[in-house]
């Protein structure tokens, strides 16, 4: 298993442009989560998937959409990329529920976005 | 109030020894508990979770759990360089689905 998969791990941005970073996981996970992280910081939620179909906003969703078509793909958009979103972005997956014992959240390497 | 803090360190220690690494949460409906270890510039992995009040030991880490007290910490015994990293306290808070992070504590472990 490759476990959870993103592209790309580089790009930087000019103001404006638009860009999507995907991400995919090949566990058969229901529940999917993307987070950024600013240096020095620890992670915030941007939006996440308890299943195909179904996504819901985490703390800092604005700016950013997503999908979720299949089980394994969670894309996040980021439209009129702004400085602010400079950032490190991690997707991550899930069996199920974590607040139910032994659902660990599996994380993949990372996104580095340089917004110019 | 930030809803899950850290003191940002770093927390030197010299190897061999105990790291107490520490961490508060503000909703005291918070039932699940987590610490990860990332370093730099890796993503977060899962070291511990525990779910009820007390002790819980895997290796040479210990994770401790006070709801009255609305703490977590982890241990580390026998430091060793390799450890040299930060850790990030997750809760899950009430009617979350996510986990909400510290923004962590640097560990340094000096040989």
């Known amino acids: 298993n490759a476990g959870v998969t993103q592209t790309p791990k580089f790009r930087i941005l000019k103001i404006g442009q638009s860009m999507t970073l995907q991400c995919t996981q090949d566990m058969n996970h229901n529940y999917m989560y993307w987070y950024r992280q600013d240096p020095g910081m620890g992670l915030k939620l941007i939006y996440y998937?308890?299943?195909?179909?179904?996504?819901d906003k985490g703390e800092v969703p604005n700016g950013y959409n997503v999908s979720r078509s299949t089980t394994e793909d969670f894309p996040l958009r980021l439209e009129l990329a702004a400085p602010s979103q400079t950032s490190v972005y991690f997707c991550?997956?899930?069996?199920?529920?974590?607040?139910?014992?032994?659902?660990?959240?599996?994380f993949g390497p990372g996104t580095r976005l340089t917004v110019l | 109030q930030k809803e899950v803090e850290q003191n940002s360190g770093p927390l030197s220690v010299p190897e061999g020894a105990i790291a107490s690494l520490n961490c508060t949460y503000s909703?005291?409906?918070?039932?699940?508990f987590f610490w990860y270890r990332q370093y730099s510039g890796k993503s977060p992995e899962l070291i511990m979770s525990?779910?009820?009040?007390g002790d819980k030991e895997d290796g040479r880490f210990t994770a401790q759990l006070n709801k009255a007290s609305q703490y977590v910490s982890l241990l580390i015994r026998d430091s060793q360089p390799s450890d040299s990293a930060t850790y990030l306290c997750a809760v899950i808070g009430t009617g979350r689905r996510a986990l909400t992070f510290g923004s962590g504590t640097r560990l340094q472990v000096q040989p």
């Open positions: 998937s308890v299943g195909a179909g179904i996504t």
């Open positions: 909703d005291r409906g918070s039932q699940s």
């Open positions: 525990i779910y009820s009040n």
């Open positions: 991550a997956s899930s069996y199920g529920d974590l607040y139910r014992g032994n659902n660990e959240q599996f």
